[in-house]
């Protein structure tokens, strides 16, 4: 989606990354229903409600309360009931089933220079939190 990388799902939700003319199963990742890629990094939600990151890190964008990176698929703190799955730039959201019934809440994480994670800062986080 951002410079030539390519992500996609094969029909047992493993992930399959193309660039340059070659592909490569993320093996270390199944049962996935949506895949999304940043400028360097990409996510993956999984059908149990979690969401594994990996690549770039430098602003946080894997949600691992960490700035380092990781080629290694990682899991997203805090996520448990995630059902929809978006990812920007340098930066991820994902809608989560919300405590009160018939409700929905949205959780982000990384670069935050312009506000992307809605919670009316312009503070980086390396761990979801709750647009406002």
Known sequence: ???SLVMALIEDGVP??????????????????????GQGHVCTLINNGTVKCWGSNSYGQLGINSKTSSSNPQSVLNISSAWQLAVGKNHACVMITSNNPGTNDIQ???????GQLGNGTNVNSSVPVFVK
Not at 23 to 33: P, Y
Not at 108 to 114: A, E, P, S
């Open 1 to 3: 989606r951002f410079g």
């Open 16 to 37: 399959v990354a193309f660039q340059a003319g070659q592909f490569k199963e993320i093996t270390s990742v199944n049962q996935a229903i949506d895949v999304d890629s």
């Open 108 to 114: 982000c994480w990384g670069l935050n220079k312009d």
